[in-house]
Structure formats: C-alpha cells, structure tokens
C-alpha cells in the first residue's frame, strides 16, 4: 500500500507500530541534530521526527524539503512525554521515528495564504482556488456539505421519495431571469436553454403518478449578479402528490431540524413559527424576518396624523404612512450614531430618520417638540418605548416606509449586537400576494411563478380584484435569509389558463410556450406542491458564514467569471462554423 494510515488516525495506542503516511509538509523545524516535520492530509496532522541515528539517506531528504512538497515517510510510532504532547491536535500524543523518507513531488511556494484563519486577496484565492482547499476552513467547508448532502438524501429516502433526474437541455422560456442558451450543432439556428429550475419538470413527474419526487440538482440564470449570488447554483426540488401546504412544510421542517441538530449541533424548537406576508411586512419590514431579536416595527400613522411637524403631517395626508421603532435604554445611541441612520434607509429612498429619547421630565430629539402629551402617551403604548430609550420614526410611502424600517431594524440588531450568529431562528412565512402590478410594463407579474395556485377562497377575485388575491405559497426564513421556499400548484387547467391571461400570455401565446405543459394538466393532473431550497445558501448557514462562495468547490466571480481557468473564453473560428454562428 501506498500508505498503511492517514495523518489524522494515530494515537497512543498505536505505539511501537510501524506506519507509513503520506501528504503535505505543512511545517519543518530544525533543532541541532533533529528535524521536525508536520505532515498533512485531508484527514489531519502528524508530527514526524528525524533523529540523528536516522538513516543518511531519510536525514538528506528530510534536510531539503520545503512547505507542500508532497512526501511519503515511514517511522514507528511513539508516545510524546505529557509535557511535549499537542492538546489541539487530535494526533498531538504521538510521534513517528523516521526511518525512510521520500519526497513524491517538490512544490514552488504557494501563491495564497494556508495557514487557519489567513486569507489572501479575493482575486488570488479564486484563480489558486485548488490551493486554499488545503486550509482547514475551506476543507471542513467542504465536508461539512458532504454531510449535509447525506442527511438529505437519507431523509428523503426514509419519507418515501424517489430520486429522478431531470434534464439540463430543455426548451427556452423567456420569461422570470435570462436564460443561458446553448446552440444545437445538429439543428442549425436552434438553442436549448440550461435548466434554471425543474419546476414544470417534477409538475410533470406528478401528473405522470410518481407520488413523491426529490433530486439535488444543478441550476443556471443569466441574471445580474450580486456579491452572494453565482451563475450556476444547486437546489434541493421536492415535489409531492395529493398533500396540502402543511405536509410539504412538514417534509421541509422536519429536515431542515435535523440539520441543525446534526449538521450545525442546535436543536431547535419545533413547531417552526409562522407569520403571515402581511404581518412579516409590517411587524418586520421584511418577507424574511430574522427574529433572533425584538425591535418589531409599528405603524404609528394615525398617532401622529394631526402632528404638526410636517414630515409626519404630509406623509400621512397623501396616503402614506409613519412607522417607528422602539429601541431599549439599555442601547445607548451617541449623536453620530443618530445622525448615520439615513444612510441605512436611502438606499430605499427614504428621506432620513426622525427620532427622539423617551426623557423625564420631558422628551428631546428634534421629533419631540412636534408631539403632544396625548401623541408622547399613545406612542409609548403602541411601541413599547420606555424612559431612557429611543423612538426612530420613519415615513413615506408604503412601498418605501416598510423595507426602510426593515433595513434600519437589520442595522440595529448589528449594531447593538443583537444578532448572534451562532443562534438560529426559523420562521414559516405564507400567503403572499400571487401577483404584483408592474406600473411600468403596465400589467401583472407573478410574485412567485406561474404556476403557483391561489388559495381557494380568493379565486372569485382573480376576475374582479387580482391585487388582493393570495397566493397558496410558502418561505422558511431563517436569520434574515430565505432558506427555501414553495407553493401548492396550479392543477386544473382552467385556472392556469386563467393565470396565463392575468399576466398578459394569450391562449395563442401560452401554446406556442407552454403548450405541451398545458396539454399534461387535462390527463388528470393530481393536487400537488412541493420546495426549492438553495443548497449553497443552507450550506452557509449552517456553518455560519456570510458567503456561498466559503462553500461552493469552485465558485464564480461577481462578474461571473472563473479566474482559475480563464472562462469565459472566445472559441475556435471552425467551432462556431459547425454551430452556424457567426459573430457580430
């Protein structure tokens, strides 16, 4: 064998045994006549020693290694003197006697940082990303997805869903994010598009009575992209026959706490809460709540209607509203930190802050000479506010207010210290809107997709008031993010054409890009829903970082670029010749 061990495996027990390991040198030490050496695998770390009683030709190549030269050493274990041994190695009680050494490979010195807890510029560790797969950090990010992927699969198996595999060539769909399309050699003037998500695929599955379907499954979106957003992403699809939202969000709960407890070591209370979109919105200023801490929003528009401060005033006239939040004395503000929030709430096009400190005998703060003693006491019943804190009052539009006091709430849970990354606070979030109007295409949108189905007592209203209708749709938030998310399907055929015509498809429209989809539904589809959850995100969560990039192999740049291999690159004439392309 190349190796009778690995560098993570020998202990005490193991003294006297002749071993053979392999890996990488991670650290040399010269002490007069000996040398040490650490050596490395994917498994952990051994300590050899080179004494001077060593064979000449194991001292000569242990005397010209350097860092990552790749070795292959042969010795006899033995236990370390109690004062000598390493307490944060899980081999720290032995050590091996060289008796042969072999270098397998020499190595140049590396470009990026290795050692735990280093880092190296963004650029750098992307283009070397193979070498930063040897720090602990990206190594035991690694694993631990692998064992997330595990629990998984084990999970769904033991519900009694079955693996399918979908296709990543399908037909284009232009509608929702752009499509990366792939032309067809064999078909000139033809493209496939890569899957961006299997929606209609396991709707398929359904209709055709495989009951209960999963697969971990690679995604591709040519959209904009964001620090924490890639290309191509993986989801974990589920898709279930003949159930309601509660055995879908089941299915979802009962997984997503055995992760915690196996892959992130919590156990969370079950059930998970819920909160309708509605109150998400206004308690939290957020369809994602993150309730590892208080702070809640509250409309306090009618409180401050006859306000004569103008701000307030105004707002309220044209329609819009004032929201406040009640921050504890025990969180104390200085003037600049007062003065910083409008910078946390103009990204969403609010004006600024307003404020004032709930004060005895009287209240200060530029807000608190525009509040009667009637306004002071009714806001501190419907806040909360008590003597020694802070009032923050933000106002506008609906649209602007709401996720205004949802960032300025993020803020202050950052900024007092309120949200503990090592805590975690799952919350169910449901019946969204099905429809948002775009004023600027002048029609409606799906909010979540197309073939999400209305709740039931709401389907009268997609004729008369589509704005009001709900739709029968689901999210598990979880310290602010989205974990996954999922809806009952649309399974009767009238009520999907009627969807179609809302969002301005016609019925010619809808069979010329649906239509073999829309035939399926009238040969008895089944009631049917089911989840998408992101696989890097989850992934990141649970091992409480703040990138999906610390957990994907080999992710992509924001720009979408590979910087290790150079993608992407510009082809060969003859190549786009066979495709029938021609660049312009």
């Given at each position: 064998m190349?190796?009778t061990?690995?560098?993570?495996?020998?202990?005490?027990?193991?003294a006297?045994?002749?071993?053979?390991?392999?890996?990488?040198?991670?650290?040399?030490?010269?002490?007069?006549?000996l040398t040490?050496?650490?050596?490395?695998?994917?498994?952990?770390?051994?300590?050899?020693?080179?004494?001077?009683?060593?064979?000449?030709?194991a001292r000569?190549?242990?005397a010209?290694?350097r860092?990552?030269?790749?070795?292959?050493?042969?010795g006899?274990?033995r236990?370390r003197?109690?004062e000598?041994?390493?307490?944060?190695?899980?081999?720290?009680e032995?050590e091996?006697?060289?008796?042969?050494f072999e270098?397998?490979n020499?190595?140049?010195p590396?470009?990026?940082?290795?050692?735990?807890?280093?880092?190296s510029?963004?650029?750098?560790e992307l283009?070397?990303?193979?070498?930063?797969f040897?720090?602990?950090?990206?190594?035991?990010?690694?694993?631990?997805?692998?064992?997330?992927n595990?629990?998984?699969?084990?999970?769904?198996?033991?519900r009694?869903?079955?693996?399918?595999?979908?296709?990543?060539?399908?037909?284009?769909?232009?509608?929702?994010?752009?499509?990366?399309?792939?032309?067809s050699?064999?078909?000139?003037?033809s493209?496939?598009a890569l899957?961006?998500s299997?929606?209609?695929l396991?709707?398929?599955l359904?209709?055709?009575g495989?009951d209960?379907y999963?697969q971990?499954?690679r995604?591709?979106?040519?959209?904009?992209?964001?620090?924490?957003r890639q290309?191509?992403f993986?989801q974990?699809?589920?898709e279930?026959?003949?159930c309601d939202?509660?055995?879908?969000q089941?299915?979802a709960?009962?997984?997503?706490?055995?992760l915690?407890?196996?892959?992130a070591?919590?156990d969370?209370p079950?059930p998970?809460p819920?909160?309708?979109?509605?109150?998400?919105?206004?308690?939290?200023?957020?369809?994602?709540?993150?309730?590892?801490?208080?702070?809640?929003?509250?409309?306090?528009?009618?409180?401050?209607?006859?306000?004569?401060?103008?701000?307030?005033?105004?707002v309220?006239?044209?329609?819009?509203?004032?929201r406040?939040?009640?921050?504890?004395?025990?969180?104390a503000?200085?003037?600049?930190?007062?003065d910083?929030?409008r910078?946390v709430?103009?990204?969403?096009?609010?004006?600024?802050?307003?404020?004032c400190?709930?004060?005895?005998?009287d209240?200060?703060?530029?807000?608190?000479?525009?509040?009667s003693?009637?306004?002071?006491?009714a806001?501190?019943?419907a806040?909360?506010?008590?003597?020694?804190?802070?009032?923050?009052?933000?106002a506008?539009?609906?649209?602007?207010a709401?996720?205004?006091?949802?960032d300025?709430?993020?803020?202050?849970?950052?900024h007092?210290?309120?949200r503990?990354?090592?805590s975690f606070?799952?919350v169910?979030?449901?019946q969204?809107?099905?429809l948002e109007?775009?004023?600027?295409?002048k029609?409606w949108?799906a909010c979540?997709h197309?073939?999400t189905a209305?709740?039931?007592?709401?389907?009268?209203?997609?004729?008369?008031?589509?704005?009001?209708?709900?739709?029968r749709?689901?999210?598990?938030?979880?310290?602010?993010?989205?974990?996954?998310g999922?809806?009952?399907?649309?399974?009767q055929?009238e009520i999907q054409?009627s969807m179609?015509?809302?969002?301005?498809?016609?019925?010619?429209e809808?069979?010329?890009?649906?239509?073999?989809?829309?035939?399926?539904?009238?040969?008895?589809?089944?009631p049917?829903?089911?989840?998408?959850?992101?696989?890097?995100?989850?992934?990141?969560?649970?091992a409480?970082?703040?990138?999906i990039r610390d957990v994907?192999?080999?992710?992509?740049?924001?720009?979408a670029?590979?910087?290790?291999?150079?993608?992407?690159?510009?082809v060969d004439?003859?190549?786009l010749a066979?495709?029938?392309?021609?660049?312009v």
């Open positions: 190349m190796r061990h690995t560098c993570g495996e020998l202990r005490a027990a193991h006297g045994t002749t071993v053979t390991l392999c890996g990488w040198v991670q650290n040399r030490r010269d002490h007069g006549g040490f050496v650490d050596l490395r695998d994917r498994h952990g770390v051994t300590q050899f020693v080179v004494e001077p009683d060593a064979p000449q030709a000569d190549e242990a010209k290694v860092l990552e030269w790749v070795v292959r050493i042969t006899v274990v236990a003197p109690t000598s041994r390493n307490k944060d190695r899980a081999t720290g032995v091996i006697v060289v008796t042969a270098v397998l020499a190595a140049e590396v470009p990026v940082a290795l050692a735990a807890g280093e880092r510029g963004e650029d750098q283009k070397y990303r193979y070498l930063v040897r720090r602990p950090e990206m190594r035991e990010a690694l694993l631990r997805r692998a064992r997330m595990h629990v998984v699969r084990d999970h769904m198996v033991t009694g869903f079955t693996e399918v595999e979908t296709p990543s060539l399908l037909r284009s769909t232009p509608e929702g994010a752009r499509d990366y399309l792939v032309p050699r064999v078909h000139p003037g493209f496939y899957l961006q299997p929606q209609l396991k709707q398929l359904m209709i055709g495989m209960r999963w971990i499954v995604c591709f979106r040519d959209e904009d992209l964001r620090a924490d290309p191509e993986t974990l699809d589920v279930m026959s003949f939202e509660s055995d879908v089941d299915v709960e009962t997984l997503v706490h055995r915690l407890k196996e892959i070591g919590v969370v079950r998970f819920h909160v309708t979109f509605s109150d998400a919105m206004e308690r939290f200023g957020s369809d994602k709540p993150d309730l590892r801490f208080g702070l809640e929003v509250r409309d306090v528009s009618e409180i401050v209607r006859e306000s004569p401060f103008v701000v307030f005033h105004d309220v006239a044209a329609g819009g509203v004032v406040a939040i009640a921050v504890p004395a025990k969180h503000f200085t003037r600049k930190d007062l910083s929030l910078t709430v103009a990204d969403r096009g609010a004006k600024g802050v307003a404020w400190r709930i004060a005895e005998p209240w200060t703060g530029p807000a608190a000479k525009h509040l003693p009637a306004m002071r006491a806001l501190v019943q806040t909360g506010a008590e003597t020694g804190g802070t009032l923050l009052f933000v506008g539009t609906r649209e602007i709401i996720p205004a006091t949802g300025l709430r993020l803020h202050l849970g950052s007092f210290g309120l503990d990354p090592k606070a799952p169910w979030v449901d969204f809107p099905l109007w775009d004023a600027d295409g029609r949108n979540h197309p073939f209305p709740l039931a007592e709401d389907v009268a209203l997609l004729a008369s008031d589509p704005g009001k209708v709900r739709a749709a689901y999210d598990l938030a979880m310290n602010g993010l989205e974990l996954l999922g809806s009952i399907r649309i399974h055929p054409a179609f015509r809302l969002l301005g498809i016609s019925d010619e809808a069979q010329a890009r649906f239509g073999w989809f829309v035939e399926a539904l009238r040969y008895g589809a089944p049917h829903g089911g989840f998408a959850a992101g696989m890097d995100r989850l992934a990141a969560v649970l409480g970082l703040t990138s994907i192999a080999f992710p992509k740049t924001a720009a670029t590979d910087l290790m291999t150079g993608a992407p690159s510009t004439g003859k190549q066979e495709l029938g392309i021609r660049l």
